[in-house]
DNA sequence: AAGTGTGAACAAGTTCACAGCC
DNA sequence: GGCTGTGAACTTGTTCACACTT
C-alpha cells in the first residue's frame, strides 16, 4: 500500500494542477497527457506515470476530465483544506509575502505576523496587525499553526526556525539565504534567488550549453 | 572534452561555494569532502563526484584547501565577473527585490528597474531612478543586460519575457506565478512560493512521510 | 594514515511500447 | 481509433569501494 512516491512527481503535481485551474476557467472541459505534456514541457507518459502512482483518472481513449483530475490533485497535495501560516519577519520582503494575495487564493491563510522591531509593530498588513516576536512562543501554544514563512534577517534564520518548531509548526518556507537545519519530519523550502542566478551564470559563462 | 554535466550539479555548485565562504570567514583554511558533506546533507563521494566533472581541486590524504575550492568553484560558475540585472516591475515584491543588497554583494549589478505605473516611474529604489517600461526596448539596444528579474503582475510576464529576450537578455529570473515559454537557449527560473507550499501540504496531509 | 578521484555497481527516474478499454 | 495505464528497457544520477597520492 504504502508505495514510496518518487519527490520530484510531488513538486510536479501543483504544476499540474495550475494548469488545470487555468484551463477550467477557460472552459476546457477534457484534456489528454499528450496535450498536457506540450503546454507544460513533461513528456505525456511522466504524466500519465505520475498519476498512475494516486490512481487511474484517466478515460481510456479520451483523456483527462479536467474538474476530476483537479479534484483529484487537489485532494491528494490537501488543497481542499485551509492552512494557517504565519510570517515571521517584516522587513520589505516580508511586506511584500505578507500582502501577497495569492497565499489567501489558495488557501493560505495568513494568520499572524511577527517582527522584532518597535517600528512595525502594531502596524497592519494585508488587515494584519504586526505582532512582536516575543508573542511568537506563547501563541504558538494556543493556536494551531501549519506553515511558518521566515523573513527575518539571515542571521535569526536558525532561531525562528528552532522556536516555530518547538511550537509545533511542521512546515518551514525560508526566504532566508541561511541553510536552516531541521529535524527530518519537518518540512523545509528555500527561496534563495542568489543559488538560482549563480546557477544561470554557469550557463551564461559557459555557452557550450547543451541546456 | 564536452562531457555533459548533470543540471543537479550545476545547481549543486552555488551551495557548495556559499558554505566555503562562510567556513573562510571563519578562518577555516582546509576542508575534507567528509565534513562537508556532513553540513550540506550530501554524501562526500557526492561532492566529490561532482567536483571531479570540473578538475582534480582535492588534496590527497588532506581534502580541498577552502581559498583554491573557492577560486575553481567561482571560475566555473562565473562568479568572478560582474553580471548586470534589470527589474521589471516594481510593486511590492519587485521594491523587495531591487533592495536587497544580496545581489550587488554576489555581482549582480542591478542597473536599471522599470515599471508602467507613473506613481512610481521617477521615484527612487537602491539609488536606481525608476524608468517607464516604455524605454526598455530602447534601453537594451543601446545597453548589454545579462539578466531580468521579472515582478510584474502575472499577466504581462510573457510580454516583459519577450521583450527582454528580444533585447538580447540570456537569463531571466521570474517571480511571477505565469508559466514563461522561452527558446530553449534562454536560462530561465522560476520562484513561485505556492508551489512550495502545495508540495509541502502534500507532505503534511500524508504524514505516513519517508520524507 | 587520511582523504581524493573514479570506474563499477546500484538506485532512481524517465521513456518506450503496447495491452486493454472506452 | 484514440488514449490511458503500466511493466520493461533505458537513461540519469548516486553511492561504493579501492587504487592512488601526499
Redo the contacts between chains.
Sequence with gaps: M?M?IP?VV??R???Y???LVRIKEEGRTVISSHELGIE?DVTPAQIRKDLSYFGRFGKQGKGYVVQDLLDELEN????D?Q?S?IVIGL???G???A??P??KE?G?NITSCYDVSSEVIGTTINGIVVQSIEDLQNDLTKKHV??G?ITVSSEYAQNVADLLIKGGV??I?NYT?S?IQVP??I?L?N?N??????????????L????
Aim: net charge positive.
Design positions: 504504502t514510496q519527490e510531488i513538486d503535481l501543483p504544476i494542477r495550475g494548469f507544460l491528494i497535495l490537501g488543497l483544506k492552512w501560516v522587513g520589505r520582503l511586506r511584500a509575502v500582502s501577497y495569492g497565499f489558495e493560505f501549519d506553515i514563512i511542521a512546515a518556507l539565504p541553510r527530518k519530519e518540512e523550502k527561496i534567488p542568489i543559488l538560482f542566478l549563480q546557477s544561470m551564470t554557469y550557463h551564461l559563462t559557459n557550450n550549453k547543451g541546456n
